[in-house]
Nanobody, 120 residues
């Protein structure tokens, strides 16, 4: 059974860069057709898809976040990572990494999430 685990700092200062890593177990991130994603949920609000990276390394960005978002992967460690630059308190949220096994924006596995607060 695939497992995803988010890691990274729980507190980031405004204007800095938020960096999170997702470690995937029991499933290769290079498995065909799979897209790996970051999704966030601010307190009291709905889910927001941010960015994805495919098994082949292709990347997909939310238009509203594209200018501040970067995604990368390390196949040797079976990890993928998120960077969100120039953060503000509005970026405070629970951040989840997810698996989309067929690339049609249907997530079938989620990490437990990690809460990131943006505050000075």
């Amino acid at each position: 059974q695939v497992q995803l685990q988010e890691s990274g700092p729980g507190l980031v200062k405004p204007s800095q860069t938020l960096s999170l890593t997702c470690t995937v177990s029991n499933y290769s991130i290079t498995s065909k057709y799979t897209v790996w994603n970051w999704i966030r949920q601010p307190p009291g609000k709905g889910l927001e898809w941010m960015v994805g990276i495919s098994y082949s390394g292709s990347t997909y960005y939310s238009p509203s976040l594209q200018s501040r978002t970067s995604i990368s992967r390390d196949a040797s460690k079976n990890q993928f990572a998120l960077q969100l630059s120039s953060v503000s308190p509005e970026d405070t949220a629970m951040y989840y990494c997810t698996r989309d096994p067929t690339g049609v924006h249907s997530m079938d596995a989620w990490g437990k999430g990690t809460m990131v607060a943006v505050s000075s």
